[in-house]
């Protein structure tokens, strides 16, 4: 095997849980999917996200905000501000057209930091290959991985991990 060759095997999994998550948001529109490739700091932070303009009514519905957060970062939520966030996020996810003929990801991950790893998914290019000083516009998936569970996405609104608050930082 080549380098190349060893290279390309080492970035599978990372490539394929990105791919995974892309296909999920963009292209099946499954939340549920969605979330088992995402990461928990990057769910709790999308939570975070969604709820801050909200805060005023859910505390006004009885709503604690932290606990809503503790049940909404959950595998499988069951809380029932799970539909409506998720079908929010999912009209969002419908401005992209991601589709599997004509979208990819970039390969060569980049290192950020130690078990997290920069990708973009991109329309594919003219003949599959970026040429040298051409442009293009990509979506970054910032991917961590943590023993037990691979590769998931941290970010993808923003290539630094977000950190989660009131609001929270995503990019």
């Not at 990509?138 to 991917?143: A, E, I, N, R, V």
Request: hydrophobic content about 45%; charged content about 25%.
């Amino acid at each position: 095997m080549t380098s190349d060759d060893e290279r390309y095997a080492a970035d599978a999994p990372i490539m394929q849980n990105a791919w995974a998550f892309a296909k999920a948001f963009w292209v099946d529109h499954d939340m549920e999917e969605t979330w088992l490739c995402t990461d928990p700091l990057m769910r709790r932070c999308w939570v975070q996200a969604w709820m801050h303009p909200l805060l005023d009514e859910l505390r006004a519905d009885g709503y604690d905000r932290d606990q809503v957060v503790e049940d909404l970062v959950k595998d499988q939520p069951a809380h029932e501000l799970w539909a409506p966030f998720a079908r929010t996020q999912l009209k969002g996810a419908a401005m992209q057209p991601v589709d599997v003929e004509t979208w990819g990801i970039k390969v060569n991950p980049e290192p950020v930091a130690l078990d997290v790893e920069l990708l973009h998914l991109l329309p594919k290019p003219a003949g599959g290959v970026i040429q040298p000083g051409e442009t293009y516009t990509s979506q970054p998936l910032l991917m961590r991985f943590e023993q037990g569970e691979g590769w998931r996405v941290l970010n993808l609104v923003g290539v630094v991990p977000p950190t989660p608050g009131w609001p929270p930082v995503l990019q």
